[in-house]
C-alpha cells in the first residue's frame, strides 16, 4: 500500500499540468505542502496542512490524517459547522459533493489545481481551487459553486475556505481596534467551542477587526520560531473567520464572507466565485509568516508591489478642507525645499453649487470649487510641475450627501430602504451610494475617468470611504434578492477598480477608509497603498503599524509626520521620533509647513534625504520585528533587510521613560552572520550613538547585539548598516 501510494503521490507532484489521475493530490511550495485524497466519484478529504512532505504517505502511517471533507458541506453528515449550505428549490437542505475530475494548470504566474465536484443527485457543482507560486510561500484558495437545476438555488454558507490543524497547544494571534487604535495585536491560547472574529461594517471592513489572524501550531507566539501559520481573507465586505474547536483531535478553520443577512439566490448557470483565501506555514515563527505575506504581496498581490513609492506631502491635517491655490502653493514649495517628491491635495477642492467646506455637503458632485481655486486643477498641476513635485487629490466617490447636486438628481442612487428616515452619517448628511446598481458603478468610474482624462498629471488618488452602509435596501436589486447588497456592493467597488486598473495602470492610489478601515487584500490588487489610520500620533502608530505589519509590508503603509501636539491624542513627542516612526513605512507628511521652524525644516531634509538612503530596503526588504511594543519593556525595534542581505535598516523607539530602567540588548535579526556591517547613524538630531561608523560581524550584531543609550522618553535611533565590501 505505502510503495503504490508513494508513487501515486509522486506521480501526481510531478505532473506539472492536466488531468491528475492519481487519487492523492500533493499541494506543495517550498516549505509546506497540503495532501487531498480525491477518488473519482467520492468524498474529497484533507488529509494534511503542514510542513512539506518528502514521503506523504508517512501521513497515512503515523495516524495523523485529518481524513477531512476539503469543503464540508451541510447534509448528510450535518453535526459538524460546515463550509458551505444550500438549500435546493424542492426544499431539501443537503449536499454531498463527490469529485469528477482534478486538474492542474499554470495560471498567471503560479499554478493552479483544481478539484470539482458535483452533488450525487444534484446537478450541483462546486470546484474548489488552489494556487500555489514558484516565487513565494503564500496558498490561495477560493471555490466556484454553480449549478444546473431548473429553478434558483439559496446559499446560506459560502466559505471561501476549510482548514484543518491538528490541535495542540495552538494560540491565536489576531488584530483589533476601532478608529485610531487600529490592528492590536490579541494572543490567546485557544480554549474548547468556537472563536470568530468577523465583521459587519459593509464598507469598511478593518475598522475595527482584520481578517487576518496566526495560528501556532506548538505553543506561545514568537517572533522568530515556532510552526505558525496564517491567514487572510481577500475580500472588502463583511467577513466571517470562525475557529472551531469542538474536537480534541482537529481544530477547523472556515474563512469567507459573512453569510449574516447574505443568504444567495444563485440562478441556474451563474457563477458564485467566493474570494480568495490565502495562507502560509513558517518554521520562523510569526515574523515568517509576515515575510511570507510580504512578498507575496509585493510580487503578486499589492498594485506595483515591486516599486518604490514617492515622499508626499497630503494636506489634510495641515488645512483641513481650506484649500486654496495659494497656500497649496506655498504649502507645495516648502516641501519641495525639503526634498519632497509629491503632492497631495485633501478633502475641500470640490463643489460648485454647495462648495465643501465641511463634512456636510458636497460628496457626489466632483468638480473644482472655482471660489478657491479659480485656476482648477490645471493651476495646482502646473504648481507642482514647476516645482518638481508629482500630483494627487483626494476623493470619496462611493459617497454622497443629502446636500448635493447629485443628491439632489439621484436619489434612487444611495442605499436606502422604503418606509423609514435615513440613517445618516458625517455632517449629519452623509449617504452611501448603491454599487449594486450598474449606473452608479457607472457613475463612480466616470469620477476617476473624467479627473484622468481632463487632467493626465494627476499621479496619485487617495480614495476615501467615510460611511457604515446603513439604510440596507437596494432600488436596484429586485424585492427576492435584497440579501444580495453586501456582497453586490463589494463586487460592484471591484468591477469600478478593475477597470480603473485597465485604463490607468500607472495611476497609484491610496485606500483610506477613515483611516485603517480598508486594510485588505481585496482591494490591494487596485490600490498601492492603504492609509493606515487617522491617528498619526508618533507614539500610538508604533503600536498600530506593528499589528498591520503582521500581513501587509511597508511599502504599502502609509505613515505620515504630523505636528507635535498630536490631534487626536494631544500627545507631544519628538520631531524626531514622529520622522523615525515614519521612516519605518511609506513615508510621508501631513502638517502645515508654513509652521515648522527653520530648525524643524533643516531636520525635516536631513531625515528625507536619509530616508532615501534606506527607501529601498525598507520598502522591499524583509522585516524583522525585534522587541514588541506589546511585551511592555518601555522599548520597540523592528528592522529590514535586503534579500541580498548587504543592506539594512534598524529602528529602535523609547516608548517611556523611567530612572534606572532596564535595557533589552538591541540584537538584530535576519542578516548574514558572515558578513560585516558598517553601522551608521541616521536622521541625526545630536551626536551619534557610539558604535556609528564601526564594522561587526553579522553573528556579533545577532547574537549580542548593540548596547547604546536611547535617551529619554520617546528617544529614537535610526541605523542603516552596510555589508562591508
Ligand atoms: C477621512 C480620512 C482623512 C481625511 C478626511 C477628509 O477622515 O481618513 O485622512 O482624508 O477623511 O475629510
Known amino acids: 500500500m505505502n510503495k503504490r501510494l508513494a508513487s501515486a503521490l509522486l506521480c501526481a507532484a510531478l505532473l506539472g499540468s492536466g488531468i491528475l489521475r492519481a487519487d492523492n493530490i500533493v499541494i506543495s511550495n517550498r516549505k509546506s505542502s497540503i495532501l487531498i485524497t480525491a477518488p473519482k466519484g467520492e468524498s474529497p478529504r484533507i488529509q494534511y496542512f503542514g510542513p512539506r512532505l518528502v514521503n506523504p504517505?508517512?501521513?497515512?502511517?503515523?495516524?495523523?490524517?485529518?481524513?477531512?471533507?476539503?469543503?464540508?458541506?451541510?447534509?448528510?453528515?450535518?453535526?459538524?459547522?460546515?463550509?458551505?449550505?444550500?438549500?435546493?428549490?424542492?426544499?431539501?437542505?443537503?449536499?454531498?459533493?463527490?469529485?469528477?475530475?482534478?486538474?492542474?494548470?499554470?495560471?498567471?504566474?503560479?499554478?493552479?489545481?483544481?478539484?470539482?465536484?458535483?452533488?450525487?443527485?444534484?446537478?450541483?457543482?462546486?470546484?474548489?481551487?488552489?494556487?500555489?507560486?514558484?516565487?513565494?510561500?503564500?496558498i490561495e484558495t477560493w471555490t466556484e459553486i454553480r449549478h444546473l437545476e431548473k429553478k434558483p438555488v439559496t446559499l446560506y454558507r459560502f466559505a471561501s475556505a476549510f482548514l484543518p490543524v491538528r490541535r495542540g497547544d495552538n494560540w491565536l494571534s489576531h488584530f483589533h481596534g476601532p478608529w485610531g487604535a487600529e490592528a492590536y495585536l490579541y494572543e490567546e491560547a485557544l480554549r474548547d467551542g468556537m472563536r470568530v472574529i468577523k465583521d459587519k461594517d459593509?464598507?469598511?471592513?478593518?475598522?475595527?477587526?482584520?481578517?487576518?489572524?496566526?495560528?501556532?501550531?506548538?505553543?506561545?507566539?514568537?517572533?522568530?520560531?515556532?510552526?505558525?501559520?496564517?491567514?487572510?481573507?481577500?475580500?472588502?465586505?463583511?467577513?466571517?473567520i470562525a475557529i472551531d474547536n469542538d474536537n480534541a483531535h482537529t481544530t477547523r478553520i472556515f474563512a469567507g464572507i459573512n453569510e449574516d443577512q447574505s443568504q444567495y439566490i444563485l440562478e441556474p448557470k451563474e457563477v458564485f466565485t467566493t474570494p480568495v483565501f490565502a495562507?502560509?506555514?513558517?518554521?520562523?515563527?510569526k515574523g515568517g509568516v509576515s515575510r511570507n505575506f510580504h512578498r507575496w504581496a509585493r510580487l503578486h498581490r499589492l498594485n506595483h508591489g515591486g516599486e518604490q513609492r514617492s515622499i508626499l506631502l497630503n494636506s489634510w491635517e495641515g488645512v483641513s478642507m481650506n484649500v486654496n491655490q495659494e497656500v497649496m502653493d506655498q504649502m507645495m514649495?516648502?516641501?519641495?525645499?525639503?526634498?519632497?517628491?509629491?503632492?497631495?491635495?485633501?478633502?475641500?477642492?470640490?463643489?460648485?453649487?454647495?462648495?465643501?467646506?465641511n463634512g456636510t455637503s458636497s460628496l457626489g458632485d466632483w468638480v473644482v470649487c472655482k471660489e478657491k481655486l479659480p485656476e482648477g486643477i490645471e493651476g495646482l498641476t502646473a504648481s507642482a510641475r514647476e516645482k518638481g513635485l508629482k500630483f494627487g487629490i483626494w476623493i470619496e466617490p462611493e459617497m454622497t450627501n443629502s446636500k448635493s447636486e447629485l443628491f439632489e438628481k439621484h436619489p434612487e442612487w444611495v442605499i436606502q430602504q422604503p418606509h423609514r428616515e435615513m440613517h445618516k452619517g458625517r455632517g449629519g448628511t452623509q449617504l452611501v451610494l448603491d454599487l449594486s446598481n450598474p449606473e452608479v458603478q457607472e457613475f463612480v468610474f466616470g469620477?476617476?475617468?473624467?479627473?484622468?482624462?481632463?487632467?493626465?498629471?494627476?499621479?496619485?488618488?487617495?480614495?476615501?470611504?467615510?460611511?457604515?452602509?446603513?439604510?440596507?435596501?437596494?432600488?436596484y436589486l429586485p424585492r427576492d434578492k435584497q440579501s444580495h447588497l453586501y456582497i453586490a456592493y463589494h463586487r460592484g467597488l471591484e468591477n469600478i477598480l478593475k477597470r480603473i486598473h485597465a485604463k490607468y495602470p500607472g495611476l497609484?492610489?491610496?485606500?483610506?477608509?477613515?483611516?485603517?478601515?480598508?486594510?485588505?487584500?481585496?482591494?490591494?490588487?487596485?490600490?498601492?497603498?492603504?492609509?493606515?489610520?487617522?491617528?498619526?500620533?508618533?507614539?500610538?502608530?508604533?503600536?498600530?503599524?506593528?499589528?498591520?505589519?503582521?500581513?501587509?509590508?511597508?511599502?504599502?503603509?502609509?505613515?505620515?509626520?504630523?505636528?507635535?501636539?498630536?490631534?487626536?491624542?494631544?500627545?507631544?513627542t519628538p520631531l524626531k521620533l514622529r520622522f523615525d516612526v515614519a521612516m519605518s513605512g511609506r513615508m510621508g507628511m501631513e502638517l502645515q509647513?508654513?509652521?515648522?521652524?527653520?530648525?524643524?525644516?533643516a531636520f525635516a531634509r536631513r531625515a528625507i534625504a536619509d530616508y532615501k538612503?534606506?527607501?529601498?530596503?525598507?520598502?522591499?526588504?524583509?522585516?524583522?520585528?525585534?522587541?514588541?511594543?506589546?511585551?511592555?519593556?518601555?522599548?520597540?525595534?523592528?528592522?529590514?533587510?535586503?534579500?541580498?542581505?548587504?543592506?539594512?535598516?534598524?529602528?529602535?523607539?523609547?516608548?517611556?521613560?523611567?530612572?534606572?530602567?532596564?535595557?533589552?540588548?538591541?540584537?538584530?535579526a535576519g542578516l548574514d552572520p558572515q558578513k560585516r556591517y558598517l553601522v551608521r547613524e541616521l536622521s541625526l538630531d545630536g551626536k551619534p550613538i557610539p558604535q556609528d561608523g564601526k564594522t561587526f560581524t553579522g553573528a556579533f550584531l545577532m547574537e549580542t547585539g548593540l548596547d547604546f543609550e536611547v535617551g529619554g522618553e520617546y528617544a529614537s535611533h535610526v541605523l542603516e548598516l552596510k555589508a562591508a565590501e
Open 57 to 138: 504517505g508517512d501521513v497515512f502511517d503515523s495516524g495523523s490524517a485529518f481524513n477531512d471533507p476539503v469543503y464540508p458541506q451541510f447534509g448528510v453528515q450535518c453535526s459538524r459547522e460546515t463550509a458551505i449550505q444550500a438549500t435546493h428549490n424542492d426544499g431539501n437542505m443537503s449536499l454531498e459533493l463527490v469529485v469528477e475530475s482534478v486538474t492542474r494548470e499554470n495560471r498567471d504566474g503560479g499554478q493552479v489545481t483544481a478539484i470539482a465536484t458535483r452533488d450525487k443527485f444534484y446537478p450541483f457543482y462546486v470546484t474548489i481551487y488552489y494556487k500555489t507560486y514558484p516565487d513565494c510561500e503564500v
Open 202 to 240: 459593509g464598507v469598511r471592513n478593518t475598522q475595527n477587526s482584520c481578517p487576518s489572524f496566526m495560528l501556532t501550531l506548538d505553543g506561545r507566539p514568537d517572533e522568530q520560531h515556532g510552526m505558525v501559520i496564517g491567514g487572510t481573507l481577500a475580500w472588502s465586505g463583511n467577513y466571517r
Open 333 to 357: 514649495a516648502d516641501f519641495a525645499a525639503m526634498g519632497g517628491e509629491m503632492f497631495v491635495m485633501d478633502d475641500g477642492w470640490f463643489g460648485d453649487k454647495y462648495p465643501r467646506n
Open 613 to 668: 538612503l534606506i527607501r529601498p530596503v525598507v520598502q522591499q526588504g524583509d522585516l524583522y520585528r525585534l522587541i514588541s511594543p506589546f511585551d511592555k519593556t518601555g522599548y520597540a525595534s523592528l528592522m529590514y533587510v535586503s534579500p541580498e542581505k548587504d543592506h539594512a535598516a534598524y529602528f529602535v523607539y523609547k516608548l517611556e521613560q523611567y530612572h534606572n530602567m532596564p535595557r533589552p540588548a538591541f540584537r538584530m
Open 447 to 475: 469620477v476617476v475617468d473624467k479627473l484622468m482624462t481632463a487632467h493626465p498629471e494627476i499621479a496619485y488618488i487617495k480614495w476615501d470611504a467615510n460611511m457604515t452602509l446603513f439604510n440596507y435596501g437596494s432600488t
Open 279 to 285: 495562507f502560509t506555514f513558517s518554521d520562523e515563527g
Open 593 to 601: 509647513p508654513a509652521h515648522m521652524t527653520d530648525e524643524d525644516k
Open 508 to 572: 497609484v492610489m491610496q485606500a483610506c477608509a477613515s483611516g485603517g478601515g480598508r486594510i485588505n487584500y481585496g482591494l490591494l490588487p487596485y490600490y498601492d497603498e492603504f492609509w493606515t489610520s487617522d491617528n498619526t500620533d508618533a507614539l500610538q502608530r508604533i503600536f498600530i503599524q506593528w499589528g498591520v505589519s503582521n500581513f501587509f509590508p511597508a511599502v504599502a503603509m502609509a505613515s505620515h509626520v504630523s505636528v507635535d501636539t498630536n490631534y487626536q491624542t494631544g500627545r507631544k
